[in-house]
């Protein structure tokens, strides 16, 4: 069986993998030999001449940063994102996730927030908005449901309260009858505790 690994820099690697049942033939790419503006040019006079980026340029412009001569990482980052952003395909998705990954691993804070910014304008981007648009109105209406499941409660115990000191006083002032019309009658209720100014 043949393998290839990528290798970002120049190292010294064994021909072959022996995993037991299986032996491995490495074939290494060496990334930093290659040039990124080569890969650059290519898909700008593709862009050019009108023509339709293919899945191996796609997969040029995800191996870009790691590409030894050219951009340095964060600007072609910035650029394969930008080439990518126009297309629609698995590939491309699966693309800018890689340059995603690239991002996390070499740059710092600041770049990364520049290149989240540019991530955001393609299409894998708008399905992570959408996702967290979806969880945030999830979110907010679980929220209402429980606020207004509270306020239920909280407006039951203090109604339960405020009519239990309305009765207090109605008892105090031998208003017996008034007490009982004013547990079936909630307008009368409301009447009453107006009187008594309870709140």
Do not use: W
């Not at 990124?36 to 040019?41: E, G, M, S, V």
């Not at 239920?152 to 002032?173: V, Y």
Request: glycine share 6%; proline share 2%.
């Amino acid at each position: 069986m043949c393998t290839y690994v990528i290798y970002t820099s120049m190292q010294r690697t064994t021909p072959t993998l022996d995993c037991g049942f299986y032996t491995y033939e490495v074939r290494p790419i060496y990334m930093k030999k290659h040039d990124n503006l080569k890969i650059f040019q290519a898909v700008e006079q593709k862009i050019y001449d009108r023509k339709e980026l293919n899945d191996e340029d796609i997969v040029g412009l995800a191996m870009t940063p790691i590409m030894g001569k050219g951009l340095g990482k964060k600007d072609a980052i910035l650029k394969s994102i930008d080439y990518l952003k126009d297309y629609r395909t698995k590939s491309a998705e699966n693309a800018t996730a890689i340059l995603y990954a690239f991002s996390d691993k070499f740059l710092n804070l600041d770049d990364l927030n520049e290149v989240k910014e540019a991530i955001y304008m393609t299409r894998l981007g708008q399905l992570i908005k959408d996702d967290m648009n979806q969880e945030y109105k999830r979110g907010i209406k679980q929220g209402m449901e429980q606020g207004i499941e509270q306020g239920i409660e909280q407006g039951i115990a203090q109604g339960s309260s405020s009519t239990r000191i309305l009765f207090s006083f109605l008892i105090k002032d031998d208003r017996l009858d008034d007490m009982r019309k004013a547990t079936e009658d909630e307008d009368f209720c409301r009447q009453l505790k107006e009187e008594y100014k309870i709140g």
